[in-house]
Nanobody, 120 residues
Framework: QVQLVESGGGFVHSGGSLKLSCVASGSFFRINDIGWYRQVPGKQRELVAIITKVDSINYADSVKGRFTISRDNASNTVYLQMNSLKAEDTAVYYC??????????????WGQGTQVTVSS
């Protein structure tokens, strides 16, 4: 099993910044992809940013140039630095990891979500 603990959400005014963190723990062999998604009520969860197992990085077009994703493999942590926040960035942000288990299966795990609210 894998546990994901997210932190760093909160309230900020438009133009402000927040930094999200997500720490993965538990029993697994390796983390492949690790990234952030977000969801607002009534809409589907959408990809914000992801780092693949080969360190390829992809961003949603809506956050390019404002958000930066990074990972620390030693601590199994992924970060999302969010700058120049806009009201439309308001959402619950979820961390997701794809892990290779100790029996070499690939599974996805999600964090509990952290609320980001940006006032206009």
């Amino acid at each position: 099993q894998v546990q994901l603990v997210e932190s760093g959400g909160g309230f900020v005014h438009s133009g402000g910044s927040l930094k999200l963190s997500c720490v993965a723990s538990g029993s697994f062999f390796r983390i492949n992809d690790i990234g952030w998604y977000r969801q607002v009520p009534g809409k589907q969860r959408e990809l914000v940013a992801i780092i693949t197992k080969v360190d390829s990085i992809n961003y949603a077009d809506s956050v390019k140039g404002r958000f930066t994703i990074s990972r620390d493999n030693a601590s199994n942590t992924v970060y999302l630095q969010m700058n120049s926040l806009k009201a439309e960035d308001t959402a619950v942000y979820y961390c997701k990891v794809e892990v290779v288990t100790r029996v070499f299966e690939t599974n996805d795990f999600w964090g509990q979500g952290t609320q980001v609210t940006v006032s206009s």
